[in-house]
């Protein structure tokens, strides 16, 4: 919630910005336009095939299976949760200590960032790197902290310009991959889109 909130505030100070810019010279106007236009390109990658998450708006907990969610340890029932950025659900742990804990947030809601905004505010993420492409879509994994070693990350993927896939993992300090938990939410992320394309 933290960072729901977080994220929209600095897009609402964002809007306020630009809306006090107008005035000035058509010629002016225009020459700004285009060279945020210009800059705006380059920042986030393409999103080549858009896919729609019409189908698991209103039940974002089938994004993943039973099976596909125990294969990291994400075995208790899911919670659908409120959020202000779109559907969200999360298989929380039963045991920090054993257990994997899944969350999934698709980022629909007006408010939310989408792909571009979420490149132009790389500056103020303390971790974020760019992931290529999973299942044929842009990703990149954001962390809390300066480095994902720590059992945490999530990876967030462009399904299209205004829609992102977030996939959060907490991993326990015993498993194997607690140093790179970015593999694990990459590899639940991969599923998930594999599941979207399949039409749920």
């Known amino acids: 919630m933290t960072r729901s909130i977080r994220l929209a505030t600095v ?6 910005v630009l809306s006090g810019c107008g ?40 994004l993943l299976t039973p099976a596909q969610r125990a294969t990291v340890g994400a075995t208790r ?29 698709l980022y629909t809601n007006p408010q939310a960032v989408n792909w571009e905004r979420l490149f132009e505010r790389r500056e103020q993420e303390p971790f974020f790197e760019p992931a290529g492409e999973l299942a044929g879509v842009p990703a990149v994994h954001i962390n809390d902290e300066s480095k994902a070693e720590r059992g945490s990350c999530s990876t967030h993927l462009g399904l299209s310009k205004d829609v ?9 300090l015993k498993s194997p991959e607690y140093k790179t938990p970015c593999v694990v939410s990459d590899r639940m992320a991969t599923l998930m889109i594999q599941n979207i394309k399949a039409g749920g």
Not at 11 to 16: I, K, P, R, T
Not at 164 to 172: E, F
């Open 23 to 62: 005035g000035g010279g058509t010629t002016t106007t225009q020459t700004t336009s285009a060279a945020t236009s210009s800059s705006k390109q380059g920042l986030a990658p393409p999103i080549n095939t858009p896919l729609s998450v019409e189908a698991f708006k209103s039940r974002p907990c089938d």
């Open 164 to 172: 992102i896939l977030r996939v959060s993992v907490d991993l326990p």
């Open 77 to 105: 029932s899911a919670e659908i949760r409120e959020s202000d950025l779109g559907p969200a659900c999360v298989w929380k742990e039963k045991d920090s200590s054993v257990d994997t804990s899944v969350d999934v947030t």
């Open 11 to 16: 897009l609402v100070s964002g809007a306020l």
